[in-house]
Protein backbone atom coordinates (compact mmCIF):
# COMPACT_ATOMS: atom_id res chain seq x y z
CA UNK A 1 0.00 0.00 0.00
CA UNK A 2 2.65 2.40 1.09
CA UNK A 3 4.79 1.77 -2.29
CA UNK A 4 1.57 2.54 -4.12
CA UNK A 5 1.04 5.81 -2.43
CA UNK A 6 5.04 6.61 -2.51
CA UNK A 7 4.39 6.24 -6.39
CA UNK A 8 1.23 8.82 -6.16
CA UNK A 9 3.32 11.14 -4.60
CA UNK A 10 6.01 11.15 -7.27
CA UNK A 11 3.40 11.83 -9.81
CA UNK A 12 2.08 14.78 -7.63
CA UNK A 13 5.89 16.01 -7.61
CA UNK A 14 5.75 15.38 -11.66
CA UNK A 15 2.94 17.80 -12.24
CA UNK A 16 3.52 20.29 -10.27
CA UNK A 17 7.21 20.53 -11.88
CA UNK A 18 4.81 20.58 -15.42
CA UNK A 19 2.56 23.27 -13.59
CA UNK A 20 5.81 25.23 -12.18
CA UNK A 21 7.13 24.76 -16.39
CA UNK A 22 3.73 26.13 -18.01
CA UNK A 23 4.00 29.03 -15.66
CA UNK A 24 7.23 29.78 -16.82
CA UNK A 25 7.00 29.35 -19.72
CA UNK A 26 3.98 32.11 -19.50
CA UNK A 27 5.67 34.26 -17.67
CA UNK A 28 8.91 33.77 -20.70
CA UNK A 29 6.21 34.37 -23.26
CA UNK A 30 4.64 37.41 -22.30
CA UNK A 31 7.90 39.73 -21.56
CA UNK A 32 9.24 38.32 -24.71
CA UNK A 33 6.09 39.45 -26.88
CA UNK A 34 5.70 42.93 -24.72
CA UNK A 35 9.86 43.67 -25.15
CA UNK A 36 9.65 42.70 -29.41
CA UNK A 37 6.28 43.35 -29.55
CA UNK A 38 5.42 40.01 -30.71
CA UNK A 39 1.69 39.85 -31.11
CA UNK A 40 1.59 35.56 -31.96
CA UNK A 41 4.02 35.43 -28.89
CA UNK A 42 1.57 37.18 -26.60
CA UNK A 43 -1.76 35.03 -27.87
CA UNK A 44 0.67 31.72 -26.91
CA UNK A 45 0.97 33.19 -23.20
CA UNK A 46 -2.84 34.20 -23.14
CA UNK A 47 -3.54 30.21 -24.20
CA UNK A 48 -1.36 28.79 -21.61
CA UNK A 49 -2.92 30.27 -19.15
CA UNK A 50 -5.87 27.60 -20.28
CA UNK A 51 -3.63 24.95 -20.13
CA UNK A 52 -2.20 25.90 -16.45
CA UNK A 53 -5.83 25.78 -15.19
CA UNK A 54 -6.22 22.37 -16.92
CA UNK A 55 -3.14 20.78 -14.98
CA UNK A 56 -4.98 22.76 -11.44
CA UNK A 57 -7.69 20.77 -12.22
CA UNK A 58 -5.65 17.64 -12.70
CA UNK A 59 -3.37 17.90 -9.81
CA UNK A 60 -6.71 19.07 -7.58
CA UNK A 61 -8.18 15.62 -8.30
CA UNK A 62 -5.07 13.61 -7.77
CA UNK A 63 -4.48 15.40 -4.36
CA UNK A 64 -8.19 14.55 -3.45
CA UNK A 65 -7.59 11.31 -4.10
CA UNK A 66 -4.94 11.06 -1.81
CA UNK A 67 -5.95 12.10 0.97
CA UNK A 68 -9.06 10.18 0.57
CA UNK A 69 -8.10 6.51 -0.59
CA UNK A 70 -4.40 6.84 1.17
CA UNK A 71 -5.28 8.18 4.13
CA UNK A 72 -1.74 9.61 4.42
CA UNK A 73 0.04 10.41 7.79
CA UNK A 74 1.07 14.29 9.07
CA UNK A 75 3.88 15.24 7.03
CA UNK A 76 1.95 13.69 3.81
CA UNK A 77 -0.92 15.18 4.81
CA UNK A 78 1.03 18.53 4.68
CA UNK A 79 2.89 18.05 1.53
CA UNK A 80 -0.78 17.22 -0.46
CA UNK A 81 -2.61 20.02 1.54
CA UNK A 82 0.29 22.29 0.56
CA UNK A 83 0.20 21.44 -2.94
CA UNK A 84 -3.58 22.36 -2.86
CA UNK A 85 -2.82 25.67 -1.72
CA UNK A 86 0.15 26.08 -3.90
CA UNK A 87 -1.98 25.29 -7.06
CA UNK A 88 -3.90 28.05 -6.29
CA UNK A 89 -1.04 30.73 -6.59
CA UNK A 90 0.27 28.82 -9.73
CA UNK A 91 -2.84 29.53 -11.39
CA UNK A 92 -2.90 33.09 -10.65
CA UNK A 93 0.27 33.42 -11.90
CA UNK A 94 -0.81 32.15 -15.36
CA UNK A 95 -3.66 34.45 -15.26
CA UNK A 96 -1.30 37.72 -14.68
CA UNK A 97 1.01 36.62 -17.21
CA UNK A 98 -2.00 36.38 -19.65
CA UNK A 99 -3.33 40.08 -18.14
CA UNK A 100 0.22 41.46 -19.14
CA UNK A 101 0.01 39.77 -23.00
CA UNK A 102 -3.28 41.55 -23.13
CA UNK A 103 -2.23 44.56 -22.27
CA UNK A 104 0.83 44.29 -25.07
CA UNK A 105 -2.28 43.42 -27.47
CA UNK A 106 -4.86 46.02 -26.53
CA UNK A 107 -2.24 48.67 -26.10
CA UNK A 108 0.20 47.74 -29.38
CA UNK A 109 3.05 48.75 -27.22
CA UNK A 110 5.59 49.09 -30.12
CA UNK A 111 8.77 48.64 -27.87
CA UNK A 112 9.56 48.41 -23.97
CA UNK A 113 12.82 47.85 -24.82
CA UNK A 114 13.93 51.30 -23.13
CA UNK A 115 12.04 50.15 -19.35
CA UNK A 116 15.02 47.75 -18.53
CA UNK A 117 13.67 46.53 -15.09
CA UNK A 118 10.95 45.12 -16.70
CA UNK A 119 12.73 42.15 -18.01
CA UNK A 120 14.68 41.90 -14.76
CA UNK A 121 11.72 42.12 -12.73
CA UNK A 122 10.56 38.90 -15.32
CA UNK A 123 13.61 36.93 -15.02
CA UNK A 124 13.43 37.49 -10.94
CA UNK A 125 9.76 36.15 -11.15
CA UNK A 126 10.55 32.97 -13.25
CA UNK A 127 13.52 32.35 -10.89
CA UNK A 128 10.93 32.05 -7.92
CA UNK A 129 8.78 30.16 -9.37
CA UNK A 130 11.05 27.91 -10.49
CA UNK A 131 12.99 27.58 -7.25
CA UNK A 132 9.92 27.56 -5.17
CA UNK A 133 8.51 24.23 -7.25
CA UNK A 134 11.98 22.69 -6.82
CA UNK A 135 12.14 23.85 -3.19
CA UNK A 136 8.73 21.70 -2.91
CA UNK A 137 9.95 18.18 -4.68
CA UNK A 138 13.23 18.66 -2.96
CA UNK A 139 11.62 19.28 0.48
CA UNK A 140 14.20 22.14 0.58
CA UNK A 141 13.70 24.49 3.71
CA UNK A 142 16.44 26.47 2.96
CA UNK A 143 15.42 26.99 -0.67
CA UNK A 144 11.94 27.88 0.18
CA UNK A 145 13.20 30.73 2.78
CA UNK A 146 15.36 31.94 0.01
CA UNK A 147 12.53 32.24 -2.01
CA UNK A 148 10.50 34.22 0.30
CA UNK A 149 13.36 36.35 1.18
CA UNK A 150 14.33 37.12 -2.72
CA UNK A 151 10.71 39.12 -3.33
CA UNK A 152 12.53 42.12 -2.00
CA UNK A 153 14.43 42.42 -5.19
CA UNK A 154 11.57 42.27 -7.56
CA UNK A 155 9.83 44.70 -4.90
CA UNK A 156 12.67 47.04 -5.43
CA UNK A 157 12.77 46.54 -9.07
CA UNK A 158 9.07 47.61 -9.05
CA UNK A 159 10.04 50.81 -7.47
CA UNK A 160 12.91 50.83 -9.68
CA UNK A 161 9.71 50.54 -12.86
CA UNK A 162 7.69 53.45 -11.46
CA UNK A 163 10.88 55.67 -10.91
CA UNK A 164 11.99 55.20 -14.49
CA UNK A 165 7.98 55.92 -15.97
CA UNK A 166 7.63 58.44 -13.89
CA UNK A 167 10.80 60.34 -15.51
CA UNK A 168 9.34 59.17 -19.01
CA UNK A 169 6.38 61.27 -18.38
CA UNK A 170 8.08 63.87 -16.71
CA UNK A 171 10.05 64.31 -20.01
CA UNK A 172 7.70 63.44 -22.98
CA UNK A 173 3.75 64.01 -21.73
CA UNK A 174 3.04 62.12 -25.41
CA UNK A 175 4.77 59.12 -23.64
CA UNK A 176 2.55 58.87 -20.78
CA UNK A 177 -0.51 56.46 -21.98
CA UNK A 178 2.48 54.25 -22.57
CA UNK A 179 3.89 54.57 -19.17
CA UNK A 180 0.69 53.61 -17.56
CA UNK A 181 0.65 50.66 -19.43
CA UNK A 182 3.94 49.41 -18.80
CA UNK A 183 3.32 50.45 -14.67
CA UNK A 184 0.63 47.85 -15.07
CA UNK A 185 2.45 45.42 -16.13
CA UNK A 186 5.46 45.88 -13.49
CA UNK A 187 2.89 45.46 -10.82
CA UNK A 188 1.52 42.27 -12.66
CA UNK A 189 5.18 41.27 -12.25
CA UNK A 190 5.29 42.46 -8.53
CA UNK A 191 1.94 40.18 -8.47
CA UNK A 192 3.80 37.32 -9.42
CA UNK A 193 6.23 37.56 -7.35
CA UNK A 194 4.06 37.42 -4.37
CA UNK A 195 2.28 34.61 -5.28
CA UNK A 196 5.94 32.67 -5.60
CA UNK A 197 6.44 33.80 -2.22
CA UNK A 198 2.99 32.26 -0.98
CA UNK A 199 4.61 28.98 -2.69
CA UNK A 200 7.63 28.92 -0.43
CA UNK A 201 5.61 29.85 2.37
CA UNK A 202 3.44 26.59 1.83
CA UNK A 203 6.77 24.87 1.33
CA UNK A 204 7.94 26.11 4.42
CA UNK A 205 4.96 24.49 5.74
CA UNK A 206 4.67 21.18 3.96
CA UNK A 207 8.39 20.90 5.92
CA UNK A 208 7.87 22.43 9.33
CA UNK A 209 4.18 22.39 9.94
CA UNK A 210 4.35 26.19 10.45
CA UNK A 211 2.70 28.78 8.43
CA UNK A 212 3.41 32.61 8.15
CA UNK A 213 1.68 35.34 6.25
CA UNK A 214 0.24 34.51 2.84
CA UNK A 215 0.06 37.95 0.52
CA UNK A 216 -3.51 38.57 -0.85
CA UNK A 217 -2.89 39.24 -5.09
Not at 9 to 38: F, H, P, W, Y
Not at 110 to 134: F, G, Q, R
Not at 138 to 160: G, H, M, S
Request: charged content about 30%.
Amino acid sequence: MRSKFDEQLELLNTQMIQMGTLCETAISNAVKALIEADMELAKKAILADEEIDQKEREIEALCLKLILQQQPVARDLRQISSALKMITDMERIGDQAADISEITMLANIKSAENTKYILDMAKATIKMVTDSIDAFVRQDLKLARAVIEYDDVVDELFNEVKKELIRIISEDSENAEFAIDMIMIAKYFERIGDHATNIGEWVEFSITGKHVGGKDT
